[in-house]
């Protein structure tokens, strides 16, 4: 899955952030332009998404860039 389909499945840049508890959007951003999200990121990506009630899956992260 594209980063851009998994910010968009947050409802974008700054509902991603919110649900990530960051202050700022530019995190966010930088996955999205890099299409790349750290992997060390990912934990924190499954468990906003779990307490926000969106399907994703580790396999979404780890084809992200496919």
């Known amino acids: 899955m594209d980063v851009k389909d998994i910010i968009e499945k947050f409802g974008g840049l700054a509902a991603m952030a919110r649900a990530l508890g960051h202050k700022n959007v530019t995190t966010i951003q930088g996955w999205r332009d890099s299409n790349r999200i750290p992997p060390w990121r990912h934990h924190e ?22």
């Open 45 to 66: 990506v499954m468990v906003a998404a779990e307490a926000c009630g969106i399907s994703l899956s580790a396999a979404d992260l780890q084809n992200e860039a496919a």
